[in-house]
């Protein structure tokens, strides 16, 4: 574990590093977006000196870096507020969707899997394979505005976009989660055909063990580990899908918040937002690895 903490060092540099060069690279000025074009060259310029943009760019980094080990992400430059206190405010949100869109893809992914091993080339097993294939063939931009016709136009069960109620949730969570689930499903599928042809499988039915326990007790659990991975790398890629759909169903997470640092050269606000989708996508990862010693003890025997 203190080997894998060690190695998250170089990764979060790097984030850093091409995060704050790929920012500054990026066309247009923060100044021009804040004064606008008919502002004097004296303005700009006092403005530009007052944010610290008239430095050197390995000036700016080495700022940026102490700052950060101060545990100090700066300031917005637009509202001025303190961009800790912006994360604070729009990450639960961020979190709350990631995490339901994940439980709505294990809780449609796991069983579609399973039930397509166990029932292999036959009606079942294709009808789950046609769903994930046509679900994973569905992008959340488009996905998005299908599930708010439906569901919020033609039907109105839920609202369209917003925060405002408990069913605001729903929809932005579908659409991240069907897609995830069609993941889950091939991925589940399989891995539990390949370990029901191991040997252990066939010992636990010579035993006489109940079909049930066969499958959920021995082969399911071994089966897992691939699963768990999946899980644990979609996570992250859930944090970064939501920069689609928060867009699109005017949820108020980071995703959003990303999306606008950016259109305004907000350079403090989308730095943090990027390290931070960068070190959960690296501690759920971590996270992973130390769940695979609980499935799989030959995991925890050989280390």
């Known amino acids: 574990m203190l080997k894998r903490l060690l190695g998250v060092v170089p990764v979060v540099f790097g984030v850093l590093l091409l995060t704050f060069l790929l920012v ?24 530009r000196a007052e ?14 870096l102490g700052r950060l080990a101060q545990g100090d992400f700066g300031h917005s430059i637009h509202t001025r507020a303190p961009v800790s206190q912006m994360l604070a405010e729009r990450l639960p949100a961020t979190m709350r969707l990631a995490l339901l869109a994940l439980a709505i893809a294990i809780a449609i992914g796991l069983p579609l899997g399973i ?26 931009f488009w996905l998005g505005p299908l599930l708010m016709m439906v569901f919020a136009l033609w039907l109105g ?43 252990f499988v066939r010992t636990a039915r010579a035993k006489g063990l109940p079909e049930r326990q066969v499958i959920l007790g021995h082969a399911l659990r071994a089966g897992l580990l691939p699963v768990v991975t999946i899980v644990g790398l979609q996570l ?59 499935l799989d003890p030959r995991v925890r025997y050989s280390r």
């Open 24 to 47: 500054h690279l990026v066309p247009g000025d923060p100044v021009e977006v804040m004064l606008g074009e008919s502002a004097s060259s004296a303005d700009r310029s006092q403005l």
């Open 51 to 64: 944010l610290g943009l008239d430095r050197p760019i390995h000036v700016q980094f080495g700022a940026y």
């Open 115 to 140: 039930i397509a091993a166990l029932r292999a080339n036959r009606w079942p097993d294709k009808l789950a394979t046609f769903s994930s294939l046509t679900l994973s063939a569905m992008p959340h």
């Open 157 to 199: 069960w839920l609202p369209v976009s917003g925060m405002d109620s408990a069913g605001s949730i729903v929809l932005p969570a579908l659409t991240l989660g069907f897609g995830l689930s069609a993941i889950l499903t091939r991925m589940t599928r399989a891995s539990l055909l390949e370990v029901l042809n191991e040997d």
């Open 236 to 294: 992250g890629s859930l944090l970064a899908g939501t920069v689609i759909t928060e867009t699109v169903f005017g949820w108020d997470g980071i995703g959003r918040l990303l999306v606008e640092s950016i259109e305004k050269r907000d350079y403090p606000v989308t730095q943090a937002c990027v390290l931070v989708i960068a070190l959960i996508y690296v501690l759920v990862n971590l996270f992973t690895d130390l769940l695979y010693t609980q």
